[in-house]
């Protein structure tokens, strides 16, 4: 049975940082290309940051280039998402998403209504 389980989410002040967890268990999470996602209220769901089974290629979306940083660990079956600089348009709910193709991470919003419990973000003072 394929299990994510998103935590580290929190609330900070804006300019502060958080890391998010994603574990995973019950397939080969080394095969798989890996995503964040989020969805804040009234607004659309975005990939945030993809990384490749091997982690050897990574991608942000422009909002968080250069703040956030995606990383894995293929021995602990864990994904990551290493969030600084925070601002309160980074305010949402987090998940964590799993595709064995990397490029089918990218129409994974459009392909699903109903997400896990993810890790809620906020960003305020």
């Known amino acids: 049975q394929v299990q994510l389980v998103e935590s580290g989410g929190g609330l900070v002040q804006p300019g502060g940082s958080l890391r998010l967890s994603c574990a995973a268990s019950?397939?080969?999470?080394?095969?798989?290309?890996m995503g964040w996602y989020r969805q804040a209220p009234g607004k659309e769901c975005e990939l945030v940051a993809s990384?490749?089974?091997?982690?050897?290629?990574?991608n942000y979306v422009d909002s968080v280039r250069g703040r956030f940083t995606i990383s894995r660990d293929n021995v602990e079956r864990t994904l990551y998402l290493q969030m600084n600089s925070l601002k309160p348009e980074d305010t949402a709910v987090y998940y964590c998403?799993?595709?064995?193709?990397?490029?089918?991470?990218?129409?994974?919003?459009?392909?699903?209504?109903?997400w896990g419990q993810g890790t809620q973000v906020t960003v305020s003072s």
């Open positions: 019950g397939f080969t999470f080394s095969s798989y290309a």
């Open positions: 990384i490749t089974s091997t982690g050897g290629t990574v």
């Open positions: 998403a799993a595709e064995v193709l990397y490029l089918r991470l990218l129409s994974l919003c459009a392909r699903t209504t109903s």
